[in-house]
């Protein structure tokens, strides 16, 4: 199990992600990461102006950074893989 945060942090989203539509267990990491950026800056958007309109999220959301790489969705979802397994035995 990793000790990084970020990675236990993604793993738990995935593992609702995965429950939630579980065709996507056998997307590409790319695709993941890119849904998680986006759900991520989302929210940090909302969480700056929780009174603003949709449209002003979205744009907002448009200009902030990503926060998670490549590496840390990658072991993320090979964590919330192995928990499906145990689960499913």
């Known amino acids: ?7 236990s942090r993604l793993a738990g989203q995935l593992d609702y ?19 998680l950026n986006r759900e991520d800056r989302l929210v940090r958007a909302r969480a700056e102006q929780p009174l603003e309109s949709d449209a002003w999220v979205q744009d907002r959301a448009g ?3 990503d926060r998670y790489t490549l590496g840390q969705v ?5 964590v ?7 689960d499913e035995d």
Do not use: G, H, K
């Open 1 to 7: 199990m990793s000790t990084d945060p970020t990675v």
């Open 17 to 35: 992600l995965f429950e939630e539509r579980p065709e996507l267990r056998d997307a590409p990491a790319a695709q993941l990461l890119d849904q």
């Open 63 to 65: 200009e902030l950074e």
């Open 74 to 78: 990658e072991a993320a979802i090979a």
């Open 80 to 86: 919330a893989l192995r928990r499906a397994r145990i």
